[in-house]
């Protein structure tokens, strides 16, 4: 038979463990309350990805072309690749690499390997600034080299000799993709007219390939998704003029740089205007 002292002590016990459960749900009800009254509204914790760092190394094949810094910025639509901080260190990717312009604004470090005759020491660190087309009317290993699916790397001509003699023609290579490292906010160039706006997004860090770029307004634009035109230049009808704008560019690796109110509201086309960039 149950003691009447220990079934009124297990009474007790439930009652304590009750009141606590209730004081508790009332102290969270309460906070939320007070967090309503003040204005402020419960955010959810925001974890920043991590920087973009070197990939693994490949292998592939390297030659060079001949330019200036008016034309090595060609299908990526960089005007003056030393004017724009790329200076003469610059690639033109072959269409597995380039992918329609998705990997301009990418950075590489490249290295001469297994051909003592030809190559020399240390790294070549260009970046992605135009395509080196396909030519379906020779074969891949011999003058096609930039026919898909081969990875090749057709270098401006001025750093070439950085890492092998140019008398070589063409040479094997190893690379991999590494951050870029740029001075500066990144850069917007408008350009176009009222109906039709381009702004061309360059000197950008960190993965410096840019796969979206948004623009708001201060007054009726909201957060618009550009297209992209061509390489680095993106497009919208989005009627822009007189507002000051705020860009949003989102880059290969899922990181996002925003750049507020960086174009006043009497921003003019054909001018660039610098923001945010990655660190």
Same mark, same amino acid.
């Given at each position: 038979m149950a003691?009447?002292?220990g079934?009124?002590? *297990? &009474?007790?016990?439930?009652?304590?463990?009750?009141?606590?459960?209730?004081?508790?749900?009332? *102290? &969270?009800?309460s906070a939320i309350h007070a967090v309503r009254r003040h204005g402020h509204k419960l955010k959810p914790i925001k974890r920043?990805?991590?920087k973009f760092k070197p990939g693994l190394w490949r292998k592939a094949h390297a030659t060079f072309y001949e330019g200036g810094t008016g034309s090595f910025g060609g299908a990526c639509n960089y005007k003056d690749v030393v004017q724009q901080g790329y200076n003469l260190n610059t690639v033109a990717l072959s269409d597995i690499l380039f992918k329609k312009g998705k990997t301009c604004g990418a950075c590489y470090e490249i290295q001469c390997v297994n051909s003592p005759k030809w190559c020399k020491k240390g790294s070549l660190f260009v970046t992605a600034t135009n395509q080196c087309p396909s030519n379906p009317s020779l074969p891949s290993d011999n003058g096609g080299w930039c026919n898909s699916p081969r990875e090749h790397f057709d270098i401006a001509k001025p750093v070439f000799n950085k890492i092998a003699d140019y008398t070589a023609g063409i040479v094997p290579i190893q690379y991999r993709r590494v951050p870029c490292q740029?001075?500066?906010?990144i850069r917007f160039t408008i350009m176009g007219n009222p109906w039709f706006n381009q702004v061309i997004v360059w000197n950008v860090g960190g993965a410096g390939d840019v796969v979206s770029v948004q623009v708001k307004g201060n007054d009726n634009v909201k957060w618009t998704k550009l297209q992209r035109d061509w390489g680095a230049t993106w497009k919208t009808s989005t009627h822009l003029v007189g507002e000051s704008l705020t860009f949003r560019v989102t880059t290969s690796d899922g990181r996002e740089s925003t750049s507020w109110h960086v174009a006043p509201k009497n921003w003019q086309f054909g001018q660039t205007y610098e923001g945010k960039n990655f660190k």
């Open positions: 003691s009447p002292l079934a009124l002590s *297990a &009474m007790l016990l439930l009652l304590v463990v009750a009141l606590a459960k209730n004081c508790e749900a009332t *102290a &969270m009800h920043n990805k991590p740029k001075k500066g906010g």
